[in-house]
């Protein structure tokens, strides 16, 4: 206490009571003359310690784990903060850069906690125990890809489901791509939701399809899944393979699945005529002897086809 001796101004003496660096209760005595004041009691350091509140930012970390920063706050009763406290941290998994720290100017005690697991955290400080802050770990993202059609042919189309997934909160994919396996991808960006892509496969074959994105932590997701695309086959028929001069003769293209888009037929009729149909189909009458070669080219999303097929 100084002074340890004061004189009275206006029936008042006026002294001053600094902390040592010890916690504990202070009891405080004062006399004048042949009377003595009530005693009164302060309590110092933690032993003034009402309320401990702790925060940690954030609250999650990535899948892979990451460093969090953990704030208890110290306050007396009347709720002012208590400056040179020391605080206990615990952690029920993780690391802690240190398990004990004191208050600064502000009353606030920080460490830091690393962790790969979800952990609860508490802060302690004099008598007073903290709220637990607890400590997340993002659920790894995932993707998913499903296809329509498991067996599809040349110049169908083929789609593709996207749907990402195991995401505690929703939180978007960003620069999703489709690798469909035959040199060719498509960019869906960011998607949130299912997302569904169509494609065209120009040749036979199996192909390696892949989707890639990136979660909201940087880390790289993705899925694969084969599919056998079959080959088209067709025919070229005619209504005549014996016909006599002067004879209409039809011919058809049969075989070719309905789900493939054919945008049209082009005929080279053997004889120096050529013609573009938008139909299987198209007639024709010869008036020059011999052999004739039909060569039908098949054009849609997908390479052209020849079929050949002789008519007398």
Do not use: C
Not at 72 to 85: F, H, L, M
Not at 143 to 157: K, R
Not at 175 to 185: A, I, K, L, Y
Request: neutral net charge; charged residues 15%; hydrophobic residues 40%.
């Amino acid at each position: 206490i100084e002074p340890a001796e004061a004189r009275t101004h206006n029936g008042r003496a006026t002294v001053k009571l600094t902390a040592d660096g010890r916690s504990g209760t202070a009891n405080i005595n004062a006399f004048s003359g042949g009377s003595k004041a009530t005693k009164i009691e302060v309590k110092i350091g933690a032993a003034a310690v009402e309320r401990v509140s702790l925060s940690a930012t954030p609250s999650i970390v990535p899948a892979a784990g990451g460093t969090v920063e953990l704030a208890a706050r110290v306050e007396d009763k009347d709720g002012n903060s208590i400056v040179g406290v020391p605080v206990s941290f615990t952690t029920t998994a993780g690391s802690l850069t240190a398990s004990s720290a004191l208050t600064g100017d502000n009353g606030v005690a920080k460490v830091s906690l690393s962790t790969t697991a979800e952990a609860t955290v508490t802060a302690a400080a004099g008598a007073k125990t903290s709220n637990e802050a607890t400590v997340k770990v993002r659920s790894r993202a995932t993707l998913t890809l499903a296809v329509s059609n498991s067996a599809p042919f040349v110049g169908a189309p083929v789609t593709f489901t996207v749907t990402p997934g195991n995401i505690a909160v929703t939180i978007a994919l960003s620069g999703v791509v489709v690798n469909f396996g035959d040199g060719r991808s498509q960019a869906l960006g960011t998607i949130s939701g299912a997302t569904t892509v169509v494609h065209y496969y120009e040749d036979d074959g199996a192909f390696l399809v892949t989707v890639r994105g990136s979660d909201v932590d940087g880390s790289v997701v993705e899925a694969s899944g084969g599919i056998a695309v079959a080959p088209i086959t067709f025919a070229v028929g005619a209504s005549h393979n014996n016909a006599p001069l002067g004879t209409v003769v039809t011919f058809n293209v049969t075989g070719i699945n309905a789900s493939v888009p054919i945008e049209r037929y082009e005929w080279n009729l053997g004889d120096g005529v050529t013609r573009t149909t938008n139909t299987s189909s198209t007639t024709h009458e010869y008036l020059t002897r011999g052999t004739k070669t039909i060569t039908v080219t098949v054009e849609g999303h997908l390479p052209p086809m020849r079929r050949s097929s002789p008519a007398r």
